[in-house]
């Protein structure tokens, strides 16, 4: 059996994930949780064998989310269940540590599939994303994603481009509010960026943030 955990942040999707895996007896639910930070928290502090990974969160997204635990949970099997299929978004989950990659358009047969899957050791795509990374394979220069940010700098995009304000991101962050905004000065200044709407835009452009969020 399987110790799962479930991190998506649209509550019906969750529930209605927690109640499908647990009729089924390959896996036992050890937590769930709908915000990055959180997500963090949970994964640390019960270390699941496999994680169901959204990978636009409030406040943290599955990229960071992976970045930060990866080292310390090696055994842990990832597979992204998500609606965005953006290729840099798909190319930085998998070099974070995903081991899968579903969209959610492609139903729960192939989420079912694609979890068996991943949590038995194997690579598995739902068939968009397999068609994405072909294309990227084929054309290796388009879709570039921003490796020059630090963690913290995207972290901060995301967060500026979720409209919260520097109060807020210094209070998510535990950092000052000079400390905020000496950061986004500096991203601006990398993308050649003069102000928050123009970030915002840039987020979305590499799928950072989703337009709900924005």
Known sequence: ???LIIIEDQTAIREMLVQILKMDSNYE???EAGDGQTAVQLCLSTSPDVCVL??????????DILRRIGKKLPQMRVLVFSGHENPVLVREMLEAGAHGF???????????KGLETVASGGTYFGPAVAA??????????????PDFLTDREREILQLVAESHSTKEIAL???ISGKTVDNHRTNLMKKLNLHNVASLTRYALEIGLVSPSTS
């Open 54 to 63: 959204d990978a636009k969160l409030p406040g943290l997204n599955g990229v």
């Open 132 to 145: 994405l990374l072909r294309d990227v394979v084929a054309n290796p220069s388009s879709n570039q994603a």
């Open 172 to 174: 998510k962050l535990s």
């Open 1 to 3: 059996m399987y110790r």
């Open 29 to 31: 639910l050890v937590g």
């Open 102 to 112: 579903v969209e959610k358009t492609a139903g729960l047969f192939e989420f079912k």
